[in-house]
């Protein structure tokens, strides 16, 4: 046990037995009891001094058979027949220690067996009160620190699964991203240069958002247009790029790399399969409390819907890890001609 909880613990003991001396000298007092001060102060110094010492006897007991651990169906028949026992012993502590010290008791012309019951009975209007308030304190510290450790231990977990998504995620981008400069490198050297220029810039920004949770939208939206300039490097006139952004949403958090992930699955899935190549639109907008991006792109979802590619798995998964259960991502075909995949984050923010 901690220092600190130690040293509460003993305020606690002689706080409460002094004031339950102090409580029967107020009794003893309006009552007009025939009782002197002397014997009266030996009569509760004998109760504190045994309370303190059966229940502190009673508190080792409890954690050395872990009665603290049981559930309370099963630790609340323990503590009774525990309750019992440390009544009774204690009423023999004060009795003993009235005999052997001679001392004058208002119970001395009653037998030893009515004795023993009324120490009992009266040591128990004390004793139970101390067994409920230590076992139910300890309950209530073992369930909040059961919820906190499930907390942590559900904050480790999402840290992983995190980690687990984006070491799948930035491999696939980089793979596709080189060789779209390997197509470059025989056919326009100069080109080629440009486009290393670009993934230079988008490397670095990918390394620096790995640290993060969440980066702001303007800075993923810059990630995406170096990417798209290094793809219209390799598809020319066959890439259309059109943005549509509310500048109020630049400063909204986003998880790092999800935007320039669904924008390369419209290339690889969409542009790129089309002969004539397409349009990709990126907008960002507030629509009912969310913070809404959508990616529109030529062509036809062909099996994208069931998953294939690890980037549409990992955005769901990331949405809810980070946002939550309102945060929501669904991709669709529009028209027969388009795909539009949608992200809506709630404005308020991380959960």
């Known amino acids: 046990m901690p220092k600190n909880s130690t040293k509460y613990y003993w305020w606690c003991q002689i706080g409460g037995w002094s004031s339950i001396a102090l409580i029967m000298i107020f009794v003893a007092s309006i009552s007009d009891q ?3 001060t002397a014997t009266l102060a030996q009569q509760l110094g004998i109760i504190v001094f045994s309370g303190i010492l059966i229940t502190h006897l009673f508190r080792l007991v409890i954690q050395k058979l872990n009665w603290l651990l049981l559930p309370i169906e099963k630790a609340l028949p323990k503590l009774v027949i525990g309750v019992l026992v440390v009544c009774i012993v204690n009423s023999l502590i004060r ?4 005999q052997f010290f001679n001392l004058p008791s208002s119970k001395q012309k009653l037998d030893f067996a009515k004795r023993l019951l009324g120490n009992t009975l009266e040591t128990g209007f004390f004793i139970i009160p101390w067994t409920l308030i230590y076992y139910f304190y300890h309950y209530i510290e073992k369930s909040r620190k059961q919820q906190f450790d499930t907390l942590k231990l559900e904050a480790l977990v999402k840290e992983l699964e995190l980690k687990t998504i984006k070491s799948h995620i930035n491999p696939h981008f980089i793979f596709n991203a080189l060789n779209s400069i390997r197509a470059l490198i025989d056919e326009n050297p100069n080109r080629a240069r440009n486009a290393i220029t670009e993934l230079s810039n988008i490397l670095r920004s990918s390394m620096q958002a790995e640290k993060l949770e969440t980066v702001t939208f303007e800075k993923e939206l810059n990630i995406v247009k170096d990417y798209l300039a290094l793809e219209h490097i390799r598809f020319e006139d066959r890439l259309q790029i059109e943005y549509d952004i509310d500048e109020e949403t630049l400063s909204q958090p986003i998880p790092p790399m999800m935007l320039q992930t669904l924008v390369e699955n419209a290339i690889k899935h969409g542009i790129s399969k089309q002969v004539k190549g397409g349009h990709v639109k990126i907008i960002s907008d507030f629509r ?17 819907m069931n998953g294939d590619g690890f980037g549409l798995t990992s955005t769901r ?10 945060a929501n991502f669904d991709i669709k075909e529009v ?4 795909v539009e995949a949608v992200v809506k984050i709630p404005i308020e923010g991380a959960k």
């Open 288 to 304: 009912n409390q969310f913070h809404e991006l959508v990616i529109q792109n030529t062509g036809r979802l062909n099996g994208v």
């Open 95 to 98: 009795i003993g220690i009235v």
């Open 317 to 326: 998964n990331r949405l809810q890890l980070v946002f939550g259960p309102k």
């Open 335 to 338: 028209n027969g001609e388009m």
């Open 34 to 36: 025939k009782v002197t």
